[in-house]
């Protein structure tokens, strides 16, 4: 599935890996390195469109003018504390990257984003900016951190989950429609606790072991 706003990535690999992940008999370990593994090729899809240009290469026969990426290396920021679970796989992948930190926790009554922390990597509004975090339930957190992040200068920013519910993509369309969301799952709905249905629990606890 995708549209101007939303890219669901089908790849079996991907939707192989999720469906262990959302067995709540997996463990933390083997949850971990799932989502390593997906972080890497759900970084493949939203890189997709890298600008380039081109360099003078010599190859062992001649030179040759060889394709590379244009422009200030890529930002990275996860949103605390799910978000690292992301980042460490996407870095494989893009090991040069800067990364940002925006520390966020919701309110359990009022479902809102209360921030805690937030450090960036300068020249925001040079680099393409890729916002990680695991779940877009309410999209409230999300929408907050894309706040910050754009208040630094960013321009050119994607975002990356694991699972998408309905409201938490209609929300981030509405507050931020040049975000384009990249995930691996559109999933039903949101319960009245604001969990993504039939989702996979918190992504947090089950990365860290800490429920």
Do not use: W
Not at 13 to 21: D, N, T
């Amino acid at each position: 599935m995708t549209t101007p706003h939303l890219t669901v990535v089908r790849h079996p690999l991907v939707q192989h890996k999720l469906s262990i992940m959302r067995d709540r008999e997996t463990s933390t370990a083997v949850f971990r390195q799932l989502l390593r593994e997906i972080s890497l090729l759900l970084a493949y899809e939203i890189t997709r469109e890298l600008p380039m240009t081109t360099q003078t290469v010599e190859t062992p026969l001649q030179a040759m003018e060889a394709p590379v990426l244009e422009g200030k290396k890529l930002a990275l920021v996860s949103i605390l504390r799910a978000g690292n679970g992301l980042l460490d796989g996407i870095l494989e992948l893009i090991p040069s990257a800067r990364v940002g930190f925006v520390g966020l926790y919701r309110d359990p009554e009022t479902l809102q984003p209360v921030q805690y922390y937030s450090k960036l990597p300068k020249g925001m509004n040079e680099r393409m900016t890729i916002v990680v975090d695991p779940m877009l339930a309410t999209g409230n957190s999300s929408v907050a951190a894309i706040d910050l992040i754009k208040q630094s200068g960013a321009k050119d920013i994607r975002f990356l989950c694991l699972l998408a519910a309905p409201e938490g993509v209609e929300r981030m369309r509405e507050a931020h429609p040049d975000v384009p969301v990249v995930t691996a799952a559109l999933d039903e709905r949101l319960d009245d606790h604001g969990y993504i249905v039939p989702g996979l629990g918190d992504a947090g606890d089950r990365m860290f072991g800490t429920k």
